[in-house]
């Protein structure tokens, strides 16, 4: 397999941090907004039984806090450029971010497993919306002096967000989301958060590659949205459903996780 390509023209100084484990057809695993590369440890250690695994700190976190993006689109590339020819697997932010990196450089991206991802905001003015609050949000994050949010402030704010209702002390493993900075946090907002993805029926028609589509049982508004992503997508797109969890599927059942991404990789010819 080639090596992954380090950078794209313009890209110097930008690379992004990595961590690979194993050896096989390799997965880079993308993860959501406040993790790191470190969140996705336990199923790391599952994969990379049979598989290369590559976990990616994403632009604005971890050991990439300094790294600077413009949009979705730029954020894909990085990835890509870091993860190489592979299956990339994106948790909510991360899958849109793996979900641009297809878009951007299909030759890389050779299957896509979306979990928890939202397919981009249809409705512009819901789209504005959106983008402000992540703009408010990201002030907070960037304010200085006294009564600024320190990153443990902010993480205890998050992670209280009904979405994560179902994360516990373990699950929500705060001491990986601790490699944060809040600068670096309020620049991934403003570049990568929901409000800057609007839904592109046209390019998620054109997805030529095996796509996995993964949401919680207990996450209705993502249930309702993987379907909507699986049947824009077409025929090469699953849908699955994760019993007795919530939004964060991957992190609060590992192990369950792990076995269907290992399933669906072998129905695909990757195992």
Request: aromatic letters at 6%; one cysteine or more; proline letters at 5%.
């Amino acid at each position: 397999m080639p090596p992954p390509r380090r950078a794209t023209e313009g890209d110097e100084g930008r690379a992004l941090a990595v961590v690979r484990a194993g050896s096989g057809a390799r997965i880079v695993l993308v993860h959501g907004f406040t993790q790191t590369g470190r969140s996705w440890r336990p199923i790391a250690t599952a994969l990379s039984r049979h598989h290369e695994v590559v976990r990616v700190d994403l632009p604005g976190h971890g050991r990439s806090a300094a790294v600077e993006v413009r949009d979705l689109v730029d954020a894909g590339r990085l990835v890509a450029a870091a993860g190489g020819d592979a299956t990339y697997v994106g948790y909510s932010m991360g899958g849109r971010i793996a979900l641009h990196a297809a878009f951007a450089c299909p030759e890389r991206v050779q299957r896509l497993v979306l979990v928890s991802a939202h397919p981009g905001i249809d409705d512009a003015a819901e789209r504005a919306a959106r983008r402000h609050a992540d703009d408010a949000l990201a002030t907070r994050l960037e304010a200085t002096g006294p009564g600024r949010l320190t990153i443990d402030e902010f993480l205890a704010e998050w992670l209280e967000a009904p979405l994560f209702a179902h994360l516990d002390e373990a699950t929500s493993d705060v001491e990986a989301r601790r490699g944060n900075t809040t600068v670096g946090l309020a620049r991934a907002l403003r570049a990568l958060g929901t409000g800057t993805q609007r839904f592109d029926r046209a390019r998620l028609r054109r997805l030529a590659l095996p796509v996995l589509v993964v949401a919680g049982g207990l996450d209705p508004t993502y249930t309702t949205l993987g379907r909507r992503l699986t049947a824009t997508i077409g025929v090469n797109a699953t849908f699955a459903v994760i019993p007795d969890v919530g939004h964060a599927a991957p992190f609060e059942a590992p192990g369950r996780f792990a076995e269907l991404l290992a399933a669906w990789l072998e129905s695909t010819g990757a195992a």
